[in-house]
């Protein structure tokens, strides 16, 4: 019997933690890679936006194929292995100190950590952070029944979300803003006596990510139940992972549909997740905003990322999970051509601006040019639009999907997403590196939404009938 709607709200501690797990780790994700930490290291460590840019994008492209090259294997080795925990724990005590370090991300990187031992520690927390995510989601259907796998999937993602906002608002209000702005609600000083001149507002974003991960990931290893522990030897584990992988492909081309949505997803998914590594660190490069400027940057498209996810849901019931993603995908690519057509010196490519002689917009002393609001509104178009297509994108796959073989295409979604990992940074960084310019890096995301978008025409909404 199914379970009723009060007993799907009812989450066990073993389940909260599970979910709190998310809480824990994603502000990595918000804080580091894209709204204070990137465009720190890349315009003030780096001390070049263009070079930063170039070294950002290669970084995370490094990072990228050790990604697409091993986490489908620790996918197939996660669900042999029985026991996830232990292999969490390693990931943590992996990624904890490594972000920890990016306090010695100096300015110039005069005295600190050089700029190419910053991007080793960069490479090393995203490789960890991704191969977590792999355990910690295969954990979900062993912890919880079928009628709360839902909701505490959900659970989770908000979870994380919330978590970032919420240390964004304490760095807005508690170090970034004192003694910047005279309001009376502020402290008179950045608490713990943080240097502004010495960028340690920014700075402390690692210690803080570092041991935000490792508290809250306390309760996921004390009180989330387990799967006992296969007995087998590694050797026969990624034997049998990397048999029951190949076994997945083969059957893929019997499913074509099935197959061209997964390849326009890889390209549209990786010119999204481009948008959110890049964005932040285009916006200082072009507007040259400071970390109190990122702070309300990060809070506002936050807020617009939650709200994609209802509008998601909606034009899914509206029009249909392919028409969503069309439109999502389409959103996005305006947007992006519109926030690339934007300085702060022109607006739309056609329409010149002159800062120092127009008026301010408003008083508020931060984003108070046309070109600034206008960037910043396709921004949170963006984020609405992209967090949209995350939530039609997995319904689909599971518009698509034979019902009877819904694990192994979710295991193909999974690895259509990071398959080409590597393919997006390694593009924005080569373009930004070819030209000399943060605008064609930037711009080149284009080409793997369109090549998405186009795919997406010819894969037809209808679900595939299991073949035996």
Do not use: C
Not at 69 to 94: E, H, Q
Not at 317 to 322: F, Q
Not at 410 to 422: D, M, N, V
């Amino acid at each position: 019997m199914p379970a009723s709607p009060a007993e799907r709200s009812q989450f066990s501690r073993g389940e909260l933690s599970w979910a709190l797990f998310e809480w824990a780790r994603n502000p990595y994700v918000i804080l580091i890679t894209i709204y204070i930490f990137a465009p720190y290291f890349t315009n003030t460590v780096v001390g070049d936006p263009v070079k930063g840019q170039s070294i950002w994008g290669y970084t995370n492209g490094i990072a990228g194929f050790f990604i697409a090259a091993f986490a489908p294997l620790i996918g197939a080795i996660a669900d042999k292995a029985g026991s996830r925990k232990p292999w969490i724990a390693v990931f943590v005590a992996i990624m904890a100190p490594s972000i920890f370090l990016l306090w010695w991300a100096l300015p110039g990187a005069d005295g600190g950590l050089s700029i190419w031992t910053i991007a080793a520690l960069i490479i090393v927390v995203a490789i960890a952070f991704e191969y977590s995510s792999v355990f910690h989601n295969s954990m979900l259907p062993h912890i919880t029944t079928s009628a709360k796998l839902g909701g505490l999937s959900g659970l989770g993602l908000a979870a994380g979300n919330a978590g970032s906002l919420l240390i964004l608002i304490f760095m807005l209000f508690y170090l970034a803003l004192p003694g910047q702005i005279d309001w009376a609600f502020l402290p008179e000083r950045p608490l713990l006596g943080l240097d502004q001149e010495s960028y340690q507002h920014a700075r402390i974003s690692g210690p803080i990510v570092a041991v935000w991960l490792v508290l809250f990931s306390l309760p996921l290893f004390l009180y989330t139940p387990d799967a006992p522990r296969n007995p087998q030897p590694m050797r026969t584990l990624v034997i049998q992972g990397l048999e029951t992988l190949y076994a997945t492909l083969r059957k893929l081309p019997q499913y074509r549909n099935v197959a061209t949505y997964l390849l326009a997803r890889m390209f549209y998914n990786d010119g999204k997740t481009a948008i959110l590594i890049f964005g932040g660190i285009y916006a200082v490069g072009i507007f040259g905003w400071d970390e109190v400027r990122m702070l309300i940057y990060g809070i506002v498209l936050s807020v617009f990322a939650v709200l994609g996810g209802f509008v998601g849901g909606w034009l899914d019931n509206t029009v249909g999970s392919k028409r969503a993603i069309l439109i999502s995908i389409g959103t996005t690519t305006l947007g992006v051509i519109a926030t690339v057509s934007t300085t702060p010196t022109q607006i739309l490519f056609v329409i010149p601006y002159d800062p120092a002689t127009a008026p301010p917009v408003w008083s508020f002393p931060y984003f108070n040019t046309w070109p600034e609001i206008i960037f910043l509104g396709m921004m949170t178009t963006l984020a609405v639009a992209i967090t949209a297509a995350y939530a039609n994108s997995r319904t689909m796959m599971a518009r698509l999907a034979p019902p009877s073989m819904a694990t192994e295409f979710f295991g193909l979604y999974a690895l259509s997403g990071t398959a080409t990992a590597f393919l997006a940074p390694a593009t924005v960084g080569f373009f930004t590196d070819w030209f000399q310019s943060q605008r064609a890096g930037y711009a080149s995301i284009l080409l793997l939404l369109l090549l998405g978008l186009g795919l997406m025409f010819f894969v037809k909404q209808e679900q595939a009938k299991a073949l035996h």
